[in-house]
């Protein structure tokens, strides 16, 4: 049984950073893709960063290019996501989410290409 567990949320305030890491346990961490997404009050739940099983390969949504990094240490079953130069509309619930399904594409983009999902942490931007 995969369980992931994020930390590293809180408040900041803008043009500052934080970063968010998800513990992985249970399953081969290291043959999973790994993501991000987030989810802001009223609003649905939205992609933020991929990255390969190998970390290899990663993708961002055009709303964090340059700003967010995603990282994975699979010696230590962790994946991070480094946020610089954040924004008030950064502000969100931020979940990582693990593939748990074999497929021969790189990128999984959306909610259902994930199969495991953690509780989510608390990211606020303030103006």
């Known amino acids: 049984q995969v369980q992931l567990v994020e930390s590293g949320g809180g408040l900041v305030q803008a043009g500052g950073s934080l970063r968010l890491s998800c513990a992985a346990s249970g399953g081969t961490f290291s043959s999973y893709p790994m993501g991000w997404f987030r989810q802001a009050p009223g609003k649905e739940r939205e992609f933020v960063a991929t990255?390969?099983?190998?970390?290899?390969?990663?993708y961002y949504a055009d709303s964090v290019k340059g700003r967010f990094t995603i990282s994975r240490d699979n010696a230590k079953n962790t994946v991070s996501l480094q946020m610089n130069s954040l924004k008030p509309e950064d502000t969100a619930v931020y979940y990582c989410?693990?593939?748990?399904?074999?497929?021969?594409?790189?990128?999984?983009?959306?909610?259902?290409?994930?199969?495991?999902w953690g509780q989510g942490t608390q990211v606020t931007v303030s103006s």
């Open positions: 989410a693990a593939r748990l399904r074999y497929s021969n594409r790189i990128f999984y983009r959306t909610r259902d290409d994930y199969d495991v």
């Open positions: 990255i390969s099983w190998s970390g290899g390969s990663t």
